[in-house]
């Protein structure tokens, strides 16, 4: 399967620092992204999507200024959690997919903020 | 919009017994069915996976099984293995977006 790649894979911050995730995929292309967020023993909450060349579609109750995501290339997408609070703390997954193609997942990063 | 749903939320076997997890799925326009397995701490990563049009695949003691009318769709493990214990997930797609079940903790009792 294809390679995700997803850094830090775990931080630690001050409430009110911004932090940014990066994901990677690292053996192909592809032209929709997904970030997730995870709570303990939950599944997965869709937080946006982005498609090649287009701004993300943020799912509702996301808010996109404080969870600004950057589809940077096909092979790279940021998520950048601004002015992080406690309640932001939680696993963040990358996932990336080709149309009608499955879904290959990052590693994750766990955010903690103090 | 697609709901899935999934079943058991927990699951313990004996190892080298069967595990069967249960999805069922709500718009006929999905298409795809994949299963993930998530390890503590760690990203889901594909196991198999299963399109509308075959009834049932098979990769090794994984199956999966697919039943369009009735919109449910399964994964079975057989002969299972301490190793196999994880969070596993279902999920739906339409080709665009991906719709995950609640997910499944298995754990298998040596």
């Not at chain 2, 017994?17 to 503590?40: G, H, M, R």
């Not at chain 2, 999966?64 to 769709?73: E, I, M, Q």
Request: proline share 4%; hydrophobic share 30%.
């Amino acid at each position: 399967g294809a390679v995700v790649s997803q850094h830090p894979s775990r931080v630690i911050c001050k409430s009110g620092t911004s932090v940014k995730i990066e994901c990677r995929s690292l053996d192909f292309q592809a032209t929709t992204m997904f970030w997730y967020r995870q709570f303990p023993k939950k599944s997965l909450m869709l937080m946006a999507t982005s498609n090649e060349g287009s701004k993300a579609t943020y799912e509702q109750g996301v808010e996109k200024d404080k969870f600004l995501i950057n589809h940077a290339s096909l092979t790279l997408s940021t998520l950048t959690v601004t002015s992080a609070h406690p309640e932001d703390s939680s696993f963040y997954i990358c996932g990336y997919s080709y149309p009608g193609d499955t879904q290959y997942f990052g590693p994750g990063t766990r955010l903690t903020v103090l | 919009g697609e709901n899935v749903e999934q079943h058991p939320s927990t699951l313990s076997v004996q190892e080298g017994d069967s595990a069967v997890i249960k999805c069922t799925y709500s718009d006929s326009a999905s298409n795809y069915f994949p299963w993930y397995k998530q390890e503590l701490g760690k990203g889901p990563q594909l196991i198999i996976d299963i399109r509308s049009n075959v009834g049932e695949k098979k990769d090794q003691r994984i199956a999966v099984t697919l039943n369009k009318t009735a919109k449910h769709f399964s994964l079975h493990i057989t002969e299972t293995q301490p190793e196999d214990s994880a969070v596993y997930f279902c999920a739906a797609s339409n080709g665009n977006q991906f719709y995950f079940g609640t997910g499944t903790s298995l754990t298998v009792i040596p």
